[in-house]
Protein backbone atom coordinates (compact mmCIF):
# COMPACT_ATOMS: atom_id res chain seq x y z
CA UNK A 1 0.00 0.00 0.00
CA UNK A 2 1.25 3.38 -0.52
CA UNK A 3 1.53 6.41 1.69
CA UNK A 4 -1.84 8.10 2.09
CA UNK A 5 -2.46 11.87 0.66
CA UNK A 6 -1.91 14.87 2.21
CA UNK A 7 -5.17 15.91 0.91
CA UNK A 8 -7.48 14.81 3.22
CA UNK A 9 -5.30 16.31 5.87
CA UNK A 10 -5.04 19.33 4.35
CA UNK A 11 -8.68 19.83 3.69
CA UNK A 12 -9.60 18.68 7.80
CA UNK A 13 -6.93 21.45 8.78
CA UNK A 14 -8.70 24.10 6.69
CA UNK A 15 -11.86 23.29 7.91
CA UNK A 16 -11.02 23.53 11.31
CA UNK A 17 -9.46 26.94 10.69
CA UNK A 18 -12.73 28.79 8.79
CA UNK A 19 -14.61 26.77 12.07
CA UNK A 20 -12.05 28.67 14.62
CA UNK A 21 -12.11 32.12 12.62
CA UNK A 22 -16.08 31.76 12.64
CA UNK A 23 -15.41 31.42 8.87
CA UNK A 24 -17.78 28.80 6.39
CA UNK A 25 -15.98 26.42 4.84
CA UNK A 26 -17.06 25.68 1.43
CA UNK A 27 -15.97 22.62 -0.83
CA UNK A 28 -15.93 22.29 -4.30
CA UNK A 29 -16.39 18.99 -5.82
CA UNK A 30 -16.12 17.45 -9.30
CA UNK A 31 -19.25 15.46 -9.89
CA UNK A 32 -18.71 12.22 -11.67
CA UNK A 33 -20.80 8.78 -10.82
CA UNK A 34 -18.99 8.47 -8.00
CA UNK A 35 -20.24 11.74 -6.11
CA UNK A 36 -23.61 11.42 -4.32
CA UNK A 37 -24.85 15.12 -4.32
CA UNK A 38 -28.33 17.02 -5.37
CA UNK A 39 -28.13 16.83 -8.98
CA UNK A 40 -30.20 19.55 -9.07
CA UNK A 41 -27.15 22.32 -7.57
CA UNK A 42 -24.77 21.04 -9.93
CA UNK A 43 -23.79 23.34 -12.60
CA UNK A 44 -20.94 22.83 -15.53
CA UNK A 45 -19.98 19.38 -13.91
CA UNK A 46 -19.32 21.14 -10.16
CA UNK A 47 -20.92 21.59 -7.21
CA UNK A 48 -20.01 24.30 -4.25
CA UNK A 49 -21.30 22.77 -0.44
CA UNK A 50 -21.41 24.40 2.40
CA UNK A 51 -19.80 21.91 5.12
CA UNK A 52 -19.79 24.51 8.04
CA UNK A 53 -20.93 22.58 11.43
CA UNK A 54 -24.39 24.66 11.12
CA UNK A 55 -24.80 23.31 8.15
CA UNK A 56 -24.09 19.56 8.31
CA UNK A 57 -25.51 16.68 9.93
CA UNK A 58 -22.49 14.03 10.91
CA UNK A 59 -20.19 15.18 8.92
CA UNK A 60 -17.23 13.21 8.43
CA UNK A 61 -14.16 14.78 6.79
CA UNK A 62 -12.23 10.98 6.19
CA UNK A 63 -9.30 9.90 4.50
CA UNK A 64 -11.08 8.37 1.43
CA UNK A 65 -14.96 10.21 1.88
CA UNK A 66 -16.58 13.20 2.89
CA UNK A 67 -19.76 12.13 3.97
CA UNK A 68 -22.74 14.57 5.76
CA UNK A 69 -26.69 14.69 5.42
CA UNK A 70 -27.76 18.92 4.48
CA UNK A 71 -30.43 20.15 3.69
CA UNK A 72 -31.30 21.65 -0.20
CA UNK A 73 -34.01 23.58 -0.99
CA UNK A 74 -35.87 21.96 2.24
CA UNK A 75 -35.11 18.42 1.71
CA UNK A 76 -32.37 16.84 4.04
CA UNK A 77 -29.94 15.06 1.64
CA UNK A 78 -27.07 12.73 1.84
CA UNK A 79 -24.14 13.68 -0.05
CA UNK A 80 -21.34 11.30 -0.07
CA UNK A 81 -17.68 13.06 -2.09
CA UNK A 82 -14.30 11.09 -3.09
CA UNK A 83 -11.58 13.04 -1.26
CA UNK A 84 -10.06 12.96 -4.81
CA UNK A 85 -13.45 15.01 -6.09
CA UNK A 86 -12.48 17.80 -4.09
CA UNK A 87 -10.93 20.89 -5.75
CA UNK A 88 -10.76 23.40 -3.58
CA UNK A 89 -11.79 24.07 0.75
CA UNK A 90 -12.18 27.58 1.25
CA UNK A 91 -13.96 30.26 3.49
CA UNK A 92 -16.95 32.04 1.77
CA UNK A 93 -16.39 35.20 3.39
CA UNK A 94 -12.39 35.52 2.60
CA UNK A 95 -12.13 33.60 -0.24
CA UNK A 96 -8.58 31.96 1.56
CA UNK A 97 -8.56 28.74 0.96
CA UNK A 98 -6.82 26.26 -1.08
CA UNK A 99 -6.76 24.60 -4.61
CA UNK A 100 -6.29 20.73 -5.49
CA UNK A 101 -5.50 18.41 -8.24
CA UNK A 102 -9.19 16.39 -8.77
CA UNK A 103 -8.01 12.52 -8.92
CA UNK A 104 -10.51 10.22 -10.35
CA UNK A 105 -11.68 7.46 -8.33
CA UNK A 106 -10.36 4.25 -8.59
CA UNK A 107 -11.95 1.65 -6.23
CA UNK A 108 -9.57 -0.55 -4.75
CA UNK A 109 -8.67 -3.71 -5.98
CA UNK A 110 -7.28 -6.89 -4.29
CA UNK A 111 -3.38 -6.30 -5.14
CA UNK A 112 -3.64 -3.63 -7.75
CA UNK A 113 -1.02 -1.21 -8.31
CA UNK A 114 -3.06 1.80 -9.26
CA UNK A 115 -2.32 2.79 -12.82
CA UNK A 116 -3.96 6.16 -13.26
CA UNK A 117 -6.57 6.11 -16.06
CA UNK A 118 -6.99 9.48 -17.89
CA UNK A 119 -6.42 12.26 -15.07
CA UNK A 120 -9.03 15.16 -15.03
CA UNK A 121 -7.72 18.62 -15.92
CA UNK A 122 -9.08 20.48 -12.59
CA UNK A 123 -11.45 23.51 -13.70
CA UNK A 124 -10.79 26.33 -12.10
CA UNK A 125 -13.17 27.25 -9.18
CA UNK A 126 -15.59 29.30 -10.82
CA UNK A 127 -18.48 27.32 -9.10
CA UNK A 128 -21.86 29.10 -7.98
CA UNK A 129 -22.12 29.55 -4.35
CA UNK A 130 -23.19 26.80 -2.57
CA UNK A 131 -27.53 26.58 -2.55
CA UNK A 132 -29.25 27.18 0.76
CA UNK A 133 -28.43 28.85 4.20
CA UNK A 134 -28.53 32.54 3.23
CA UNK A 135 -31.21 35.17 3.78
CA UNK A 136 -29.90 37.42 1.02
CA UNK A 137 -28.51 39.84 3.57
CA UNK A 138 -24.76 38.71 3.66
CA UNK A 139 -22.43 39.99 0.90
CA UNK A 140 -21.92 38.08 -1.87
CA UNK A 141 -19.23 35.09 -1.54
CA UNK A 142 -15.67 36.03 -2.35
CA UNK A 143 -13.70 34.39 -5.39
CA UNK A 144 -11.23 31.86 -3.55
CA UNK A 145 -7.46 32.61 -4.12
CA UNK A 146 -5.98 29.07 -3.98
CA UNK A 147 -2.99 27.20 -4.39
CA UNK A 148 -2.86 24.24 -6.57
CA UNK A 149 -1.63 21.35 -4.09
CA UNK A 150 -0.32 18.14 -6.05
Avoid at 47 to 66: D, K, M, P, Q, S
Avoid at 132 to 149: H, M, S
Amino acid sequence: MGETSTKPYLIRALHEWCTDNGYTPYITVQVDEHTMVPVAHVRDGQITLNVGTLATNRLVLGNEFIEFQARFSGVTENVYVPVGAVSAIYARETGAGMGFEVQPYEPPEEGAQGATQNAAAPEGPDADPAPGGDDGDDDEPKRPRLTIVK
